[in-house]
Each structure stands twice: as C-alpha cells, then as structure tokens.
C-alpha cells in the first residue's frame, strides 16, 4: 500500500481566446436563426455549445502509478507510460489536442513506443497538453521519471494574448 501512488489530477487550461473565437463564430450563425425563429438550426447550435463546454470544462490529465492518462470527464482518450517520456517543452501550436488553452506543453515520446490513444492524434508521436498547475505537474513527472528533459522557459512580456488562460 504505501508503494502505490496516490492519483494526481490535473484539469485543462480554459483559454479566453479560444472562447472568444466560438463566440466569433457562433453569434453570427446564431442572429438569422434566432431572427427567423428556425427551431431545429437553435436546437443544433445549442447542442454544440453544451457540448463544447461539456468538453472544455472536463478535459482531465491523471497520473497515476507510472501512467499518464487523459480522460473527458469519464471517458479515457489516451493512456501512455510515464517511463517513455523523453521531453516537454512550451508549445504554442493551434492544433487540435486534448487541450482548452494555447498555453500548452508538447510532451515528446520514444520512438516505437505503443499508447493506448483514442482520437485523430492517436498516431502523434507528441502529446500536446495544458494543466492548470503546471510545475506541480511537470514535478510529478519528474518524479517518477527523473530523465525527462524539461525545456519550459517563459519569458515575463507586458501583453501576450496567448496567456489569457482562466
């Protein structure tokens, strides 16, 4: 019992300009549905946002024993050991990953190493990851594998909107 290791959780980063550019795009589309009352179009639309919230709002990284896994509120999406990871380094990248903020770390793997992933980006050979509490989270990987290489340096800037992150 006392060799087992507590789970940590690590919820995403919720970037404000990721919100503001749904609401770029889903205030237009909503104005002529709502203006033409066309039900089934607000039906649609509102299924979206609740579930793009459902999404930004669950987007969770656990670390438990010697694994990494990423999980949307229940639904697991990706696992990987711990032991492959070679480096994590700061990403700006606009991809699509299992992250809610422009603010990302891109966790690099092994050549050939197998994870057990479920989306597009099941063949990446990175991960591109947001936690909220990110030193507290790049410790814990550290701790279970002190060979990780970490490259984070941020530099203090007066106005860097890809920091706006709730």
Do not use: H
Request: proline share 5%; charged share 20%; aromatic share 12%.
């Amino acid at each position: 019992m006392e060799n087992e290791k507590v789970k940590k959780v690590f919820r995403s980063r919720i970037s404000v300009l990721l919100l503001l550019f749904l609401l770029v795009v889903f205030v237009p589309c909503s104005i002529p549905t709502i203006k033409y009352m066309k039900i089934p179009n607000l039906y649609i639309l509102g299924g979206l946002l609740l579930f793009i919230s459902f999404v930004f709002s669950g987007l969770r990284y656990i670390i438990s024993k010697n694994k990494l896994y990423l999980k949307i509120w229940i639904i697991p999406i990706g696992s990987a050991s711990i032991a492959d990871i070679i480096s994590v380094e700061r990403s700006y990248n606009p991809i699509s990953s299992p992250s809610a903020s422009l603010k990302r770390l891109c966790i690099r793997f092994k050549k050939g190493v197998t994870y057990s992933n479920w989306a597009t980006w099941q063949s990446a050979p990175n991960w591109l990851l947001s936690p909220v509490r990110e030193q507290e989270f790049l410790e814990e990987l550290k701790n279970i594998n002190p060979d990780i290489n970490v490259k984070i340096f941020d530099k203090k800037k007066k106005c860097n909107f890809k920091d706006w992150d709730i």
